[in-house]
């Protein structure tokens, strides 16, 4: 018997749950593996020949064996997870090919003229695919007018449709369009319903499926006769009753979901699809991406897949969410094309995409990587954060250094003199209230504060205000040599860790008034100098990666070594951007480089710096990428759908309504949707729903149950404050006091 027949014996008697028994299988037939091996190896070889752009060095497989991971080609190295080629049209998706950007219009699908007009503006910004939201007949009766549309103007962009709840739509609709995009989780099995279902005979489970088989062989056959392509696409937020009934709502369920429908297509041996595994968690959806990943390795598959985080928001914050989820999964050679989804027009998509892409095509085909290290205490499939150990007070202590970190992920921000030149603009940049001109510390304040420079002693502005700042918990962290030169009272001295671990585990002599000190690490120390840190009495790790060294790769070896040896100081990744770097750069580079290890729970804070670039900006983005791994929450989270041409209501009107009213309740979450389409299905996360039920209606939900319908439009926002004080959620928000006319700042005697 060859190793495919075996393999596909396998799969057959395995498609219920038996993913452990199919796992034994599997390991007799160490064919495919060794052959994945072998291609990486080749792979790695040919790339190691290429240049090195900014970033290395290089994996050297020929130096050592490097034993291969289940759900990417290496973790050590950024090397593209080998697909098939699929057409979409004109469009080829595969790893032998771009990653593809792509994007979906948010016009009524009814009106053609507005409809193609858009996705003429998508095409000109750079889209190379678009996506059409197909609900009825009305709108596939369009779809034929709009494909004949962009014909007559020279447009031959591959358009996708997207189909939610009805097979007979996806048939009418792919004689039009060259993708169709199904979601297993209402294609066959209807609208939400949230029940549980009970099966207790696993052979109930089974007949199921059958029946999802009758319902989608017909589009599958269709599609292969067109030759037209398919988006498997499971979300997080609307899996079907059965599967989160038998799977439970996990990444496990997703990828089973979507398992059922490729099935079926490979039954019919038709295989021009792809699949997607979209979450509006970050976290969530890379694990569902991981896990697919595994799982196709597993079986021998090597079908393409599209990224993308859903509905990820609007502005810093669906940026910084799109590159923690797609830019982490990018890093590790996943993907084939992707979707940036923010609540703005669809063309304005297109430029985060393609930064992600090249950030992503720069690692991969410069070989970002390092030399293989070992790899036991990551678990890809869990989020298990590695928490590290707290600063402590000491008996003695002139200042209280427990509030220089934060238990849940700190934020540290780089200040110049220039900004202690202006107080109370700085005290304000930093989060901190004003009381009589005097700072306090607040939910989203900067935990501490690094100066490459100190001020001198005889600034004694500068140094006033720095006092202030410490009086409230916010420390200063400088350089040893600068706080040697000048001492500044109760600062925390920053040494380079090889200084440290020659100074022994008590640490290097600190300058005078220093009674803590933080160690620097660059990425390139020795396992023997990383182990010296086991004892330390440092308060935290400055991960500051060297030039010219892979951070993520780099960054996952420190983490490895600390675990191998114990060690469990707090470590805070420091990422210095060059003047004139733009703020998209600054947030998508942060997401992808930092959020690929917040996501596996590396990590105990962050501190970004941009010399040209605005101090708040910094710290609030700093911030949103906590918040975007599910470490700090220091604002309100709004999820929005901004894809449906059926939208009720001006989304993006009534957010910024909602957000004015609700933005100071930190940790909670807010879903604004547009229609019942993208209604409960993609709110898998919010704590209340805000929904277009009916023109001028609105339905609001506490999760995924709706607890009042056809509230007037006007009406709705302050139902919505009524429901959240209902669930013990809401809190008044907080005024600045603000000084009294004519009356003076209070001086330091």
Known sequence: MQASDSLAACDASHALAGNLQRGRCLQQYGLLRQGRRRAARSAAKRQAAAAVATEGPLVMPEKKQVVLPQYCESVYQSIRRP??????????????????????TTTDTRDVAGTVEQVKRCVDAGAEIVRITVQGKKEAAA????????????????????????????????????????????????????????????????????????????LVDKCKALGRAMRIGTNHGSLSARILSYYGDTPRGMVESAFEFAEICRAADYHNFLFSMKASNPLVMVQAYRLLAEEQYARGWDYPLHLGVTEAGEGEDGRMKSAIGIGSLLMDGLGDTIRVSLTE??????????????????????????????????DI??????????????EGDAVDYRPLLHRDGSVLSALTLEDLAAPEATYRALGAKLIVGMPFKDQATSDSLLLPRVPPSADHGARRALARLQEVGVHVIAPTEALAADPLPGAVAQVALRGAARAGAGGPPLPQGAERFAVVVDGTESEEELASLQDSAAVMVLLDIAPGVSRVHASRRVFELLGRHSVDLPVIHRRAFPAGTSRDEIVLTSGTEIGALLVDGLGDGVAIACPSEDLEFLRLMAFGLLQGSRM??????????????????????????????????????????????????????????????????????????????????????????????????????????????????????
């Open 83 to 104: 697909t098939r080629t699929i057409h979409i049209g004109q469009v080829q998706v595969g790893s032998e090919h771009p990653v593809r950007v792509q994007t979906m």
């Open 143 to 218: 779809c034929m007018a709009i494909r004949e549309g962009l014909f007559r103007d020279r447009c031959d962009v591959p358009l996708v449709a997207d189909i939610h709840f009805q097979p007979t739509v996806a048939l009418m609709v792919a004689d039009a369009f060259e993708k169709i995009r199904i979601n297993p989780g209402n294609f066959a099995d209807g609208r939400k319903t949230f029940e549980v279902i009970n099966y207790d005979d696993p052979a109930q489970f089974r007949a199921e499926q059958e029946q999802i088989r009758e319902l989608f062989t017909p």
């Open 345 to 378: 027009d669809p063309e304005k998509e297109i430029q985060p995409c393609r930064q992600l892409v090249e950030l992503g095509a720069r690692a991969m085909e410069g070989g970002w990587g390092v030399e293989p290290f070992g790899e036991a205490g990551r």
């Open 381 to 394: 499939h869990t989020f298990a954060r590695r928490v590290g150990r707290l600063p402590e007070q000491r």
């Open 632 to 749: 700090r929450n220091t604002k309100t989270e709004y999820v929005s759908c901004p894809s449906c041409g059926r939208t009720l209501f001006d989304l993006q009107e009534v957010t910024e309504q909602i957000r004015r009213r609700t933005g100071h309740l930190p940790g909670v979450s807010i879903a604004v949707m547009g229609c019942i389409v993208n209604g409960p299905g993609e709110m898998a996360d919010a704590d209340f729903g805000y929904v277009g039920g009916a023109p001028g209606k609105i339905d609001l939900y506490v999760g995924k149950e709706v607890v009042r319908r056809g509230i007037p439009m006007d009406g709705a926002c302050d139902q919505l404050i009524e429901l959240i004080k209902e669930h013990d959620r809401w809190q008044d928000k907080e005024t600045e006091e603000e000084p009294a006319a004519g009356e003076r700042e209070p001086q330091l005697a």
